[in-house]
């Protein structure tokens, strides 16, 4: 049996071909949209002297965010992380599956 050629470009390396630029693109995109509902939750946290920041989404589908001032040791930011930050962002962005805080 012959050996099968590679058909890889320069400009599609091993294993990033079609479905790989098409995972990224879906990747950044889901990331654009998780941005955007941080950011219109923003001020409601920051009216109370804390802010969000959107640290990073895995693979998994966990978004991983850093919470600041206020926030920081608030017995409420656990609530204000799960009821408020995780369940908008589930709600708007079918690929989350959870919010994670990191430090």
Do not use: W, Y
């Not at 040791?73 to 079918?94: A, F, Q, W």
């Amino acid at each position: 049996m012959p050996a099968r050629a590679n058909t890889n470009t320069a400009a599609e390396p091993a294993g990033h071909g079609a479905s790989g630029q098409s995972a990224a693109r879906s990747h950044a995109a889901t990331r654009e949209r998780i941005g955007t509902i941080i950011n219109l939750i923003r001020p409601a946290v920051q009216s109370d002297g804390g802010d969000v920041e959107f640290v990073e989404f895995t693979p998994g589908g966990v978004v991983r965010i850093r919470l600041h001032g206020a926030c920081v040791g608030c017995p409420s930011s656990i609530i204000t992380l799960k009821s408020g930050i995780e369940r908008n962002l589930r709600d708007h962005v079918p690929e989350v599956v959870r919010v994670e805080a990191v430090e």
